[in-house]
């Protein structure tokens, strides 16, 4: 090969290679939707945590749809047949534990099952639709909760060490304050990543887990439901790798595949909460 024409092919590959990167990077940028409201949760104040926390971790960008108070709202968007299509991810944060409407309830699964669209599911997003008379809710969850124990710490118990998801999350760690959901249910498709115990119910409920229900990854946590649990850097960052997992942005070892990082960590400002979202009902038995 002439010498002449290796700073021209030096060149070309230097190009390419800057080319394909900065064409990663823009792949990389994910597009994400937050389905939040309900009641009893401080949910202007998580819009906040979840989504500036989350971008910190994630090169990601947010929707939000905040719908109305109660349980019994059914979220409007869901009634859009391609509202998922945009996104890479949808985020569910919802309570809405007494819609009962099965078709409304089978839409919201079919539209994550038939584009492949992951799910990432937070505390009562578990207990939305449980009054409804299909299981393919908590199919796509991967687990089954209908009620919750009382309101006391939690120590939580790693499973799974050598999950990328829980790399860097303790192998034990203590939530001051915490609301316990009951799993009734483990579904075949699941798991498990962290448990805790429960000190009503005298048993192990998983708070953690991984699940794939029809080729569709989602990434669930019952642990949320105080601001001071989710505004931590051992929530935000686990729930980051969920998100990660669930997008194929993760490596092995829990590091974030390049073009995937975010704007880098940082305190989140939050307004003072609204005391009457931060009580839930009694228990259900």
Not at 265 to 279: A, C, G, M, R, Y
Request: net charge negative; charged share 25%; aromatic share 8%.
């Amino acid at each position: 090969m002439p010498h002449r024409l290796l700073p021209s092919l030096l060149l070309v590959a230097f190009l390419l290679t800057i080319t394909g990167s900065v064409q990663a990077e823009e792949k990389a940028k994910l597009k994400g939707l937050l389905i939040t409201g309900g009641c009893c949760h401080d949910y202007p104040n998580q819009i906040k945590i979840i989504t500036q926390g989350l971008s910190q971790r994630v090169n990601i960008e947010w929707d939000v749809v905040l719908a109305g108070d109660g349980r019994t709202v059914k979220v409007p968007v869901y009634q859009n047949h391609d509202w998922i299509k945009p996104y890479d991810l949808v985020v569910h944060n919802e309570c809405y534990g007494h819609v009962d409407d099965v078709e409304f309830v089978e839409g919201i699964v079919n539209a994550h099952t038939e584009n492949k669209i992951p799910g990432i599911f937070i505390h009562c997003s578990m207990h939305s639709y449980r009054n409804a008379d299909t299981d393919e809710w908590r199919k796509l969850i991967g687990m089954t909760s209908r009620s919750h124990e009382g309101k006391h710490p939690l120590d939580i118990v790693t499973l799974e060490t050598d999950h990328p998801i829980m790399q860097g999350f303790p192998q034990n760690w203590k939530v001051e304050r915490g609301e316990l959901y009951k799993i009734e249910k483990e579904w075949d498709t699941a798991t498990p990543l962290a448990k805790t115990y429960g000190v009503d119910t005298k048993k192990d409920h998983n708070v953690i887990w991984t699940n794939n229900y029809k080729g569709t990854k989602t990434f669930s946590t019952t642990l949320g439901h105080y601001n001071e649990t989710m505004n931590n850097d051992a929530w935000l960052s686990l729930v980051a790798r969920g998100v990660l997992w669930s997008v194929d942005g993760l490596n092995e070892d829990g590091s974030t595949k390049p073009g995937f990082e975010g704007t880098g960590k940082e305190e989140i400002d939050l307004s003072t909460p609204n005391p009457d979202k931060d009580k839930s009902p009694t228990p259900a038995k």
